[in-house]
């Protein structure tokens, strides 16, 4: 299945986004890269593209490919961003944006379980190397096992 996905609010962040050739911007959850392709449109900074998502990488690293030098890819999730920022050197950024939420890939995708309109195992995972999906969260935790206990 081809990756489709439209950014949203796109014109809203480009506006709020003023950034300069030499900006440090942060996209942190890149999905396709719609967000980070129409900022380095715009102005050829740098881009930390992170995403859980392997096959969202795949497809930022196609459509951002002009901008290879501008864009450096992390698989990992957002809520890492202090570890991945230090990691790089990096102590400071211009702008962080976070798209929260299900891509439209993710839905329309049957095999990703997180449509109910097909008949397909329930996964639910946005990291597919995850081990737990949603069908073994389901079945197999107890009642009185709460977020505290759930792996990260």
């Known amino acids: 299945m081809e990756f489709k996905h439209q950014s949203v609010l796109l014109k809203e962040v480009l506006k709020y986004f003023q950034l ?17 392709k129409a900022i380095l449109e715009k102005t050829p900074g740098r881009v930390i593209g992170i995403d859980q998502d392997l096959e969202a990488i795949f497809a930022a690293k196609e459509n951002l490919d002009a901008f290879k030098d501008h864009v450096e890819f992390v698989h990992d999730n957002y809520s ?15 702008g962080i944006l976070l798209d929260l939420g299900v891509s439209s ?7 990703r379980g997180f449509s109910f309109l ?23 935790y107890s009642e009185s096992r709460g977020p505290q206990d759930w792996q990260d």
């Open 105 to 111: 890939y993710q839905l329309d995708n049957k095999d």
């Open 118 to 140: 097909a008949d397909a195992p329930l996964d639910m995972r946005m990291n597919q190397s995850e081990t737990e999906s949603a069908t073994d969260i389901i079945n197999n």
């Open 20 to 36: 300069g050739k030499d900006s440090i911007f942060v996209d942190g959850t890149l999905g396709g890269g719609g967000h980070a």
């Open 80 to 94: 890492n961003l202090p570890k991945i920022l230090k990691s790089k050197g990096i102590e400071k950024v211009d």
